[in-house]
């Protein structure tokens, strides 16, 4: 009998959007890590650059990192690399514009919650600074997943070889790029005192690349 199927067989993946998965530096972790720490001690500060009442996280607290602060210690830079190879890597196109929009970090600690949501502008992202050590057990012994603090990036619906979601465990230095419009969410965690600390930011870039 002939074997049709043989190693000539390719699984593609044509449709949905690509996100993509970069390693932080050190020295820019610790870098955004001080500047936290620093908004943290001037409470002016953090009345100034609070910015929960513009985000959908149920969160002790969130604030905007400063537009001079992010030229500064190069954060602007790695966004803009990172995106710009991207979407080379997407469509081997090569953006010309790259202008981010805002840039904030997120503080979680055990029971907050970030609902299913989605961002402004034409590209995201987000990355962590601080991860507890553990973030608790599942209430059923059972259960084989546990989704405590995770990321969970959401994409169409469920069908026939096709997954919807898209799950991140929290890993300091790790740092998603993905598309506005790609809803998401993050879970709670428990049994922990310690902070989940994340950035993300908001872009734009070239809008006839975006219109493709």
């Not at 985000?55 to 190069?74: C, P, R, T």
Request: aromatic share 12%; net charge positive; charged share 25%.
């Amino acid at each position: 009998m002939t074997n049709f199927i043989n190693d000539e067989l390719e699984v593609l993946r044509p449709f949905g959007p690509t996100i993509a998965k970069v390693k932080m530096p050190q020295d820019l972790i610790d870098k955004l890590n001080e500047y936290t720490e620093s908004v943290l001690s001037d409470q002016n500060k953090q009345d100034e650059l609070n910015y929960g009442n513009k985000l959908a996280g149920n969160v002790k607290q969130e604030f905007i990192i400063e537009k001079d602060i992010m030229e500064k210690i190069g954060w602007g830079k790695f966004l803009a690399e990172g995106v710009k190879e991207w979407v080379f890597k997407t469509n081997k196109r090569k953006i010309t514009k790259f202008n981010i929009i805002n840039s904030w970090i997120v503080r979680q600690f055990q029971n907050e919650y970030n609902p299913s949501h989605w961002h402004g502008g034409h590209v995201s992202g987000v990355g962590y600074l601080k991860v507890p050590k553990t973030l608790g057990e599942t209430s059923q012994n059972n259960k084989t997943v546990n989704n405590n603090g995770k990321l969970e990036m959401i994409h169409g619906s469920k069908a026939f070889l096709c997954k919807p979601t898209f799950r991140v465990t929290p890993k300091v230095g790790d740092f998603y790029f993905f598309p506005h419009y790609l809803m998401h969410a993050v879970y709670p965690f428990s049994k922990s005192e310690d902070e989940r600390r994340s950035v993300s930011f908001n872009a734009n870039v070239d809008q006839s690349l975006f219109n493709e």
